[in-house]
């Protein structure tokens, strides 16, 4: 399985953006997949993650980003709005061939996103 991640960016306090990881391969076995965030100087700490019958979201992000995803065969999306400075972050995407809601067999590879105050 490999994942592409897209999305990140520059955004001002407020603003929003929507995060992508695209899986290829043996898309399949893929039960849960997730999002991580690490910041400088911090520990990677989930944000979100979904499986076919549940989801987790980070405290500090709950009310704010979404995580989304149709199918079994669809990407995942991490839509974030109300966007703080200390969301600041490499952003990760993350798969697990089980239902466990921290995913971390495969990783994609982090796209950036910046928030700026």
């Known amino acids: 399985v490999q994942l592409q991640a897209s999305g990140g960016g520059l955004v001002q306090t407020g603003g929003s953006l929507r995060l992508s990881c695209v899986p290829s391969?043996?898309?399949?076995?893929?039960?849960?997949m997730g999002w991580y965030r690490q910041a400088p100087g911090n520990q990677r700490e989930l944000v979100a993650s979904?499986?076919?019958?549940?989801?987790r979201m980070a405290k500090s992000v709950v009310g704010r980003f979404t995580i989304s995803r149709d199918n079994a065969e669809s990407p995942v999306y991490l839509q974030m709005n109300s966007l703080k400075p200390e969301d600041t972050a490499v952003y990760y995407c993350?798969?697990?061939?089980?239902?466990?809601?921290?995913?971390?067999?495969?990783w994609g590879q982090g796209t950036q996103v910046t928030v700026s105050s």
């Open positions: 993350a798969a697990q061939p089980s239902d466990r809601l921290d995913p971390s067999t495969y």
């Open positions: 391969g043996d898309i399949l076995s893929i039960k849960s």
């Open positions: 979904i499986t076919k019958s549940k989801e």
